[in-house]
C-alpha cells in the first residue's frame, strides 16, 4: 500500500499509474500489492468416549447401592443470588441425585 507524497492519501490503482483522488498526483510505472497468509495444518483433536467420567470423585455414599464413592458436578439452576446445585452420580450403578444448599 503506498501514499501520496502531496496529501498522504492511499494511492489507487490503475492499470499503468497509481493515482492519487484528491490531488490528482500520479506516479509513473507499476506496483502491485500483495498479501501472504501462512496457515499452520492443524492438528486433529481426540474425542473422549461417551463412557469415560472426567470428572472428580468424591465420597459421598449412593442412597441406591451404598458405594461409597461419586463422580461430582455443579450447576447454577435457580437465581445467581442463590446456591448453586451439586449433582452427584454413582461411579458403581450410575445413581444420579442431588443436593442443594
Keep these: 500500500m ?3 507524497p502531496k496529501c498522504g492519501a492511499i494511492l489507487i490503482q490503475k492499470r499503468k499509474n ?4 484528491r490531488c490528482s498526483y500520479t506516479k509513473k510505472g ?7 497468509e501462512k496457515i499452520e495444518e ?5 474425542i473422549i468416549s461417551s463412557k469415560t467420567e472426567t470428572r472428580p470423585v468424591v ?14 458436578w455443579t ?5 445467581s443470588d442463590e446456591a448453586e ?4 452420580k454413582c461411579t ?10
Design 2 to 4: 503506498e501514499f501520496c
Design 18 to 21: 497509481d493515482g492519487c483522488p
Design 30 to 36: 507499476t506496483s502491485k500489492i500483495t498479501t501472504s
Design 42 to 46: 492443524r492438528k486433529e483433536i481426540p
Design 59 to 72: 465420597k459421598q455414599p449412593c442412597k441406591k447401592c451404598k458405594n461409597k464413592e461419586a463422580y461430582f
Design 75 to 79: 450447576l447454577q439452576t435457580r437465581a
Design 85 to 88: 446445585t451439586k449433582f452427584f
Design 92 to 101: 458403581e450403578c450410575e445413581h444420579t441425585w442431588r443436593e442443594y444448599r
